[in-house]
């Protein structure tokens, strides 16, 4: 389980976020990341959750808002290290992946937190990682899960969004 306690983090220089409430992730439950552009959706993720996941030695799969970017790397690397394997979509990326933490899960069992920025693979995501209890915390505009709990950010100024799970 991993917790953000309430209070006001300065993520960038000139940006904060003021937790409201404590945020808790915790494996078996999906959560939706809401709010506007530039609200610290990804400050969050990137500054604060990536950090206390990694410190907590639990396993992580990120896919960022760019991640046509990372399946450049990832097919890079697939190449290198696996060279009948063929690497041409994001879901190719993402089962490539998930095949590779499956192996780590069933050598090292440790929770599990996909987090995904903006993708559009929220399904596939669900399908893959079906070997082992996770949590999916994700942000999207359009793409919505059942039984995903919300973490609202509201920015109040340029420099500060209030993040919040409604009652």
């Known amino acids: 389980m991993i917790i953000i306690p309430q209070s006001l983090i300065a993520v960038w220089p000139d940006f904060s976020l003021e937790i409201k ?5 915790e494996t078996g439950c999906r959560y939706h990341l809401s709010g506007p552009n530039g609200s610290g959706k990804t ?3 990137t500054q604060i959750l ?4 990694q410190q907590s030695k639990s396993y992580i799969l990120y896919f960022e808002q760019q991640m046509h970017l990372q399946l450049y790397a990832i097919k890079a690397y697939a190449a290198l290290m696996h060279k009948d394997r063929v690497i041409s979509s994001e879901a190719d990326m993402m089962a490539y992946l998930f095949e590779n933490l499956q192996m780590a899960y069933s050598a090292q069992p440790r929770d599990i937190y996909l987090i995904a920025d903006e993708s559009h693979e929220l399904q596939n995501l669900m399908q893959l990682c079906d070997f082992a209890p996770h949590a ?3 942000t999207s505009h359009h793409n919505l899960l059942s039984e995903a709990r919300s973490v609202h950010f509201h920015p109040k100024s340029l420099q500060c969004s209030e993040v919040y799970v409604p009652d």
């Open 21 to 25: 409430n404590d945020l808790t992730f």
């Open 43 to 45: 400050s969050l993720i």
């Open 50 to 53: 990536i950090p206390k996941i």
């Open 136 to 138: 999916l915390i994700f």
